[in-house]
């Protein structure tokens, strides 16, 4: 074995990170504030995912929900699911966890300048969406209009609720927000229904607004068929983010493969046109 | 470079390269399985036979593999390179095709570190001619090796590839070219398993294989994980971590694509959910999907994942009953 | 990179494969070896992993011994006395029969072997046996009362002759997968396939007939077979002149089995009965394949006989292609019965109540030997729970989770005033124990197995055992050594001449026959080949007897308060109680959790969706486990895999014994499901 050193020899290091902060945003989901130990940014951009690594339980990749424009942190939204994630769930701020990354291709900036956007999200999806939400509110004037719906399956689930206020006061968004059901217990009082319903009374320029959609599989084909009959029918109109088993994050260990791509490399940001062909890309 | 190399020679050669190289050579190991083992010099080389049981590539991307160590307050070591590199002795065609496959998928950017430790400054030692089971003709190598030994009756052409190679046979006798032309004109017209999967291949391009068909073959399949873990371009691996005491190893291991939990989330969702998608994988990845990435097949058609298939659906079975269902001159 | 070629550890296939070691001592793979004639370059899943759980962190390196309630290490001196002083303090106060001693079907033959000698002679009691009481004790009793001998009576190479492979109670290709992989290319190649299996096991979608006959109704569906063989003449008179007994017994027997009646016991159609016995028949090669779904059953033995009256009705014994073939669940639960790790028997199944027998071992042995046979595993239970007996020394096993009726087990262990463990794991059995001794496993020893099909194995030595654990026949050496018996053995092919100068079947194995493909027994001479099928021109008792059997219910069925049927079994993925698999990684990473199959309709009625938890309660207790909504399993039962201790199946199940083999009733329960 090598002595230990700070610049790391492998693609499979991973790099120590500090806990600063961590806080509960639903039953089952909570935000991480981390830092590098090193002291350097992460100098990802939005859509980007890192691998989190806890010795012992191997890693899990996991996207970054907030604006390489936020200096000193970067945070990550977790829902405990599996063992890493649930051990990720017990720890606390000042502890040291492993970090590879960034990795992956981001959401394509370039191609939403000057445009009306229309970011979807749905569930977890709006973690690593708060990243390309919160870098447009920075620079609110690049982009003609911004629409945030958001779609959680309860109002328990909604994640990032402050953020939500926020972006709805906010004079550069249009936000709003639905859940798939409030239960008659619940003192909810928003909108209720499936996200397509809240697309039902966009009104957009076809021509010239982008959509970006991430949330879980089901949600797509209804939502891109909804977004074809307002008009978006031509390319780079749409863009998604997609989720694997990105268990390496380099484009080596295979699990992620959609077809000839691999997820955790060639996406997890893609246009519709790059995969919608694609069987079981969608 | 055309060299000529008779067995004294041959065993000249062996001892030359194991004292800069650890070498492995051809071996029948106890139950007469043919496959690579250390050189001692002693043990009687297997220079005919039947394809190596475990893969060449197995050395440079072995089953289990240490990618580094962590420590408990988070500091990583790597793995030092072997001191001596390796030399394999011994590969055909389709196991030299496979590693040439294998380096082009580990080293594409950001390059693979732990899979270079063990194949950089490696040699690669062909064996091909009248090489097979009985004596029987093996293809010519595409040149991706160090030295290729082309066996003809009783000695061996050699021809070195690369320079390193070629330093190595600088002092044996020249070689007959009228020999080694013979052994070209044989390697003509030995193309009847690429032909195969040409047609399977373009079945799959054209998506003319009907999800039936992979339920049928899927329905053979008892889960066992064997032609991933003998084929010689698969690489997928997981990542095991055992913790001893201070230190967290972090290993690869091979995996399958056949398996449930290869793709399976956390939440439960599977884009490989059933048999017959996982089936279609196996064969559509590498005769479809690579060629779209790579440009070539993922099958070297070395018979390994065949051979190893107790219920005989592997490539060559499965691609011969697709051209026979879809093929040409069918509806 | 060295290859040591040896056996795999798992199921009782036999399947040979290479270790693959690193200079450092570390396995690092495994691969299949290409010429024995049971793998040809082949394995399961299991097999590919064999290497995997070897040098997980969590081995056991040292003894251990309980000190205020803990688990402390010690050294190896100090446990070995402290076994052997407990265990002689135990059978002078309470006498011998009050100790228990557990075998394993996962140690070598030479292990059972000493294990089985050091309780004779060494304590005195013929107390010992091991988990072929949970698998196969209704095999042996069956079998041997028909054939004269237990085992698989034909080879795996049968399968390429056979012209109809009739599997009844066998999840062959998730069990047993390369014999599943010969059962499948038997198909391939045109012959018939009969599946009786009330789950929709992979077998079943090759199959000709597919008959999904309710749990514990074996006896009724194959005399009802046999009824209709007899109505339709189809019988082979002259095996059953020549070479049986009893024949009008069993024909009076089976008058009341028509179609119809069996139908209704079943819940099979009358016409899916006699399609079978008709296809079965009308072949002239037919072997029958079973395993635990015919044995784990309060009437097992009663299975048993009516599959062998099935197969000598139709002649099909003695012949390639044929026989009645059990297959064995370990890699050596044949071996250990062979051994006589049983307690009525000595190895060869020589009978310790036959004092000629006896005579032969205690010159052998140079001690007196007792005379009433041991008690079996399960009756060992119940009376430790009755506080019957007082010391027990488990050599890798784990009851807790492996046997019936969880709660029972763990009062009966907790009522022992001492508690030995011998395994590489702190399994949940050894978490109880007194003394915990840590061995090595199949790849740090040399020793010899032997297979379902008779097939006496080499297991090799490829790497040291990790810490200062130990192979198992040297921790019994050493306990042989302190009860001043013969302890001179160097190496385990010094047991196996001891073995083979006293066991007739073994009588020509010798290491030095084995390093090919291996003998299968009977060998009872240094020059005998070894016999690949049993029972040639005549049986091993002589005649095959009829041995008539009535049909029996289960003893719990469902009711209106538990009304679902629990069925127990394993996975593809999973070895028994799991502690070698869900420590080898990518085993563990396809099955983590424990979960239950139901019905779609049974989920419709239960409101279940998928993965939803459930609390499964038996009259015995409760788990919980996530939901697998599944057309494999029929409506109103449910099946439960064995091997996950924080969900396990046993604490459901029920302990009713057969009362010849005394064989729990894994296969049939009645609980109640509830969402949660």
């Keep these: ?282 | 470079m055309l060299k000529q190399l008779n067995r004294a020679d041959l065993d000249l050669l062996l001892t030359q390269i194991s004292d800069e190289y650890r070498l492995q050579v051809p071996q029948l190991l106890a139950d007469g399985t043919r496959q690579l083992a250390g050189y001692t010099g002693e043990a009687e080389l297997s220079l005919t036979g039947e394809v190596l049981q475990r893969k060449p590539s197995a050395f440079f991307f072995p089953q289990t593999q240490r990618l580094l160590d962590i420590d408990t307050a988070g500091a990583v070591a790597v793995p030092q390179p072997a001191e001596k590199p390796l030399a394999l002795f011994g590969l055909n065609q389709a196991d030299l095709a496979g590693i040439r496959f294998l380096d082009r998928f580990f080293r594409a950017a950001p390059a693979d570190d732990a899979y270079l430790r063990q194949r950089n400054g490696a040699l690669l030692i062909g064996l091909t001619g009248m090489a097979g089971p009985d004596n029987c003709f093996l293809s010519l190598s595409a040149g991706d090796c160090d030295i290729e030994l082309v066996a003809v009756k009783e000695s061996w052409l050699a021809l070195g590839h690369s320079s390193d190679g070629e330093k190595l046979l600088q002092n044996f006798p020249e070689g007959d070219k009228t020999q080694l032309v013979r052994m070209r004109h044989l390697n003509e017209g030995t193309a009847a398993e690429s032909d195969l999967l040409q047609q399977a291949s373009q079945l799959l391009i054209e998506d003319r294989v009907p999800d039936q068909f992979w339920m049928e073959i899927a329905d053979r399949c008892i889960l066992c994980s064997g032609c991933n873990l003998v084929c010689p371009t698969c690489s997928c691996f997981c990542v095991q971590d055992r913790n001893r005491g201070e230190i967290t190893e972090r290993s690869r291991v091979w995996d399958s694509c056949q398996l449930d939990a290869f793709m399976r989330e956390a939440s439960g969702h599977n884009p490989l959910g059933t048999d017959a998608l996982r089936t279609r994988r196996r064969i559509h990845h590498k005769l479809a999907a690579d060629v779209e990435r790579w440009g070539e097949f993922g099958c070297v058609a070395c018979g390994r994942c065949d051979r190893t298939c107790p219920t005989g659906i592997g490539m060559m079975a499965v691609a011969e009953e697709m051209v026979k269902c879809f093929g040409p001159g069918k509806p | 990179m060295n290859a040591t070629l040896t056996t795999c550890p798992y199921c009782g296939t036999g399947c040979n494969f290479y270790l693959l070691s690193d200079d450092r001592g570390r396995l690092s793979g495994v691969e299949p070896a290409a010429k024995h004639p049971v793998s040809r370059g082949q394995l399961c899943i299991k097999g590919w992993n064999a290497h995997a759980f070897v040098d997980h962190p969590k081995r056991l390196k040292t003894p251990l011994i309980r000190k205020n309630g803990k688990l402390q290490p010690t050294d190896w001196q100090t446990a070995l006395d402290l076994l052997h002083d407990k265990l002689s303090e135990i059978a002078a106060k309470e006498g011998p029969d009050s100790l228990m001693f557990l075998s394993s079907a996962k140690v070598s033959n030479e292990e059972n072997y000493l294990l089985m000698k050091l309780a004779r002679a060494g304590y005195g009691t013929n107390n010992i046996d091991h988990c072929a009481r949970l698998c196969h004790s209704s095999t042996v009793t069956g079998l041997v009362e028909t054939l004269g001998s237990g085992a698989m009576t034909n080879s795996l190479s049968c399968f390429e002759e056979t012209e109809l492979v009739f599997v009844i109670g066998s999840n062959t290709t998730e069990q047993h997968p390369l014999i599943g992989s010969r059962i499948l290319q038997a198909v391939q190649r045109g012959a018939k396939l009969l599946v009786a299996d009330s789950r929709k096991i992979r077998l079943s979608r090759h199959a000709d007939l597919h008959l999904r006959h309710q749990n514990g109704s074996d006896v009724a569906l194959l005399n009802g077979m046999m009824w209709q063989i007899l109505q339709d003449g189809l019988e082979n008179r002259a095996f059953i002149a020549q070479r049986t007994e009893n024949f009008s017994a069993l024909q009076h027997s089976l008058k009341a089995f028509t179609p119809d009646y069996v139908a209704r016991i079943t819940g099979l159609q009358p016409g899916q009965i006699i399609a079978a016995a008709r296809q079965f028949a009308t072949s002239d090669r037919a072997m029958i394949v079973y395993a635990m779904g015919i044995t784990q059953h309060s009437h097992g033995v009663d299975n048993v006989r009516a599959i062998s009256n099935l197969a000598l009705l139709t002649g099909n014994l003695g012949r390639p292609g044929t026989g009645i073939n059990p297959l064995r669940g370990q890699n050596n639960v044949q071996g250990a019965c062979d051994m006589g790790a049983l307690p009525d028997v000595y190895s060869g199944y020589q009978k310790v109540s036959d004092p000629q027998i006896r005579e032969k071992f205690s010159t052998a042995w140079s001690v007196k030997l007792p005379e009433t046979p041991g008690r079996m595993s399960t009756h060992a239970i119940e009376a430790a729970a009755g506080g019957e007996l007082h010391g027990m020394l488990v050599l890798g096993e784990n009851p807790v989770i492996s046997d019936a009726n969880q709660a029972l087990v763990r009062q009966a262990l907790g009522k022992l005033e001492f508690l030995a463990v011998i395994d590489i794991f702190l399994t949940e059995t050894a978490q109880l124990a007194d003394l915990v001794l840590p061995a090595a496993c199949y790849a740090e020893r040399d020793g010899t197995f032997t297979s379902t099909e008779r097939r006496v194995q080499r297991g090799r030595k490829v790497i040291e055992p990790p810490g200062d654990a130990r192979a198992d026949w040297q921790i019994l050496v050493a306990l042989l050594h302190r009860c001043g018996l013969k302890n001179d053995y160097t190496a385990p092919a010094e047991i196996m001449h001891e073995i083979a100068s006293l066991t007739p079947s073994y009588g020509g194995i010798d290491y030095s026959r084995l390093e090919g493909d291996g003998l299968q027994w009977p060998c009872p001479d240094p020059a005998h080949p070894g016999s690949p099928i049993l029972h040639l021109e005549e049986c091993a008792r002589g005649k095959g007897h009829f041995s008539p059997v009535d049909y029996r219910p289960p003893g719990e069925l469902p009711d209106a308060e538990y009304p679902l049927l629990l069925n127990t079994g394993r996975t593809a993925f999973h070895w028994h109680t799991g502690s070698m698999t869900r420590r080898s990684h990518l085993l563990d990473r396809e099955e983590r959790h424990a979960f239950v199959e139901v019905n779609p309709e049974d989920a419709i009625t239960y409101q279940i969706s998928e993965r939803q938890q459930l609390k499964i309660s038996s009259r015995r207790g409760s788990i919980y486990a996530a939901t697998r909504v599944t057309d494999r399993v029929p409506s109103g039962q449910i099946f439960i895999p064995f091997h996950f201790a924080e969900a396990a199946a046993n604490v459901l199940t029920n302990n009713l014994l057969d009362p010849e083999s005394g064989i729990p009733e894994f296969k049939v329960c009645a609980v109640r499901i509830e969402p949660c």
């Design chain 1, 1 to 282: 074995m090598h002595p230990p050193t700070v610049d790391n020899q492998s693609i499979y290091a991973p790099r120590s990170c500090r806990l600063l902060a961590v806080s509960k945003l639903t039953p089952q989901e909570k935000l991480f504030r981390l830092r590098l130990e090193d002291g350097r940014e992460l100098n990802h951009q939005p859509g980007q995912f890192v691998q989190v690594s806890i010795p012992g339980l191997t890693e899990a990749p996991i996207s970054i929900a907030s604006s390489p424009t936020c200096k000193g942190y970067f945070e990550l939204g977790v829902r405990k699911a599996g063992l890493l994630t649930g051990a990720l769930h017990q720890l606390q701020p000042g502890a040291q966890i492993g970090i590879r990354g960034p990795f992956g291709r981001p959401f394509q900036l370039e191609a939403l300048l000057g445009k009306q956007l229309l970011l979807l999200a749905g569930g977890c999806g709006l973690a690593p969406l708060r990243s390309l939400i919160q870098y447009c509110q920075k620079q609110s004037s690049a982009y003609s209009a911004v629409q945030i719906l958001y779609g959680a399956r309860s109002p328990q689930d909604l994640l990032f609720k402050d953020d939500l206020e926020d972006w709805q006061l906010s004079t550069n968004f249009n936000c709003r927000y639905t859940v798939d059901q409030a239960p008659a217990s619940s003192c909810y009082d928003g909108e209720t229904g499936l996200l397509t319903r809240l697309l039902a009374d966009v009104q957009v320029e076809a021509d010239n607004c982008c959509a970006v959609l991430v949330g879980p599989p089901p949600m797509y084909q209804p939502v891109i068929s909804a977004l074809h009959r307002m008009g978006l029918n031509g390319p780079q109109q749409i863009m998604l983010s997609l989720e694997r088993q990105m268990r390496c994050g380099v484009g080596k260990c295979g699990h992620c493969t959609i077809d000839h791509l691999y997820c955790c490399s060639d996406g997890p940001i893609f246009w519709l046109e790059e995969v919608e062909h694609l069987r079981g890309a969608l």
